[in-house]
């Protein structure tokens, strides 16, 4: 059995203080990661799409096109252009916790750098980097190369779940009776 890190026993520390628990975190953060690609491909067409869609009605002024799609079109289109609309805002934000995670990552004293270079390239870029290319460019064993994954992507589910995502309370606007964080951003917290 291999030994534990010195980070992976600061992660174990960091989860106990901030009451998370690590093993449905982390499987909430590799999904993430895992989607992150398509979904900034996804997002840049769909933006592409409702731009193209509002200059349909008005030319290239989309301002007098948002004035048509609020005032005049038919409400199955107002309808359809504001989920379009709150969709797009919705993944922005999902992009905007992942950028604000990764520059805490980067900030992390041991190594913060080689983390954030590590899950960039894996996950982030527009094109992934192979393995080879990564234990090359980061002039790592294979075995260290995962071994630092695995602290990067520790690293990264206690940034996002314990420091970004609680900063932004209050940004939502809540439904009574509803969390004002959106359910999958959640922290599960360890029983005390």
């Given at each position: 059995?291999?030994?534990?890190?010195?980070?992976?026993?600061?992660c174990?520390?960091?989860?106990?203080?901030l009451?998370?628990?690590?093993?449905?975190?982390?499987?909430?953060?590799?999904?993430l990661l895992?989607?992150?690609?398509?979904?900034?491909?996804s997002?840049?067409?769909?933006?592409?799409q409702?731009?193209?869609?509002?200059?349909?009605y008005c030319?290239?002024?989309l301002?007098r096109?948002?004035e048509?799609?609020?005032n005049f079109?038919?409400?199955?289109?107002?309808?359809?252009?504001?989920?379009?609309?709150r969709?797009?805002?919705?993944?922005?934000w999902?992009?905007?916790l992942?950028?604000?995670t990764?520059?805490?990552?980067?900030?992390y004293?041991?190594?913060?750098?080689?983390?954030?270079?590590?899950?960039?390239?894996q996950?982030?870029t527009?094109?992934?980097?192979?393995?080879?290319?990564?234990l090359?460019?980061?002039?790592m064993?294979?075995?260290t190369?995962?071994?630092?994954?695995r602290?990067?992507?520790d690293?990264?589910?206690?940034?996002?779940?314990?420091?970004?995502?609680?900063?932004?309370r209050?940004?939502?606007?809540?439904?009574?009776?509803?969390?004002?964080i959106?359910s999958?951003?959640?922290v599960w917290t360890?029983?005390?």
């Open positions: 059995m291999r030994k534990e890190s010195k980070v992976m026993k600061q174990a520390l960091m989860y106990k203080g009451n998370i628990e690590r093993t449905t975190v982390l499987h909430k953060t590799k999904l895992k989607i992150y690609r398509p979904v900034v491909w997002t840049s067409n769909r933006a592409y409702i731009c193209e869609s509002a200059e349909c030319g290239k002024n301002e096109a948002l048509y799609l609020a079109a038919p409400e199955t289109e107002q309808n359809r252009f504001s989920e379009n609309v969709s797009l805002f919705e993944t922005h999902l992009i905007s992942i950028d604000s990764m520059n805490k990552i980067y900030e004293p041991d190594n913060g750098k080689m983390y954030h270079e590590i899950l960039s390239k996950y982030l527009v094109s992934k980097y192979s393995e080879q290319e990564m090359e460019l980061l002039n064993e294979r075995s190369y995962y071994d630092k994954k602290e990067a992507i690293l990264f589910a206690i940034c996002l779940w314990g420091y970004t995502i609680p900063s932004m209050g940004i939502f606007a809540a439904i009574e009776g509803e969390s004002e959106p999958f951003f959640a360890t029983p005390t």
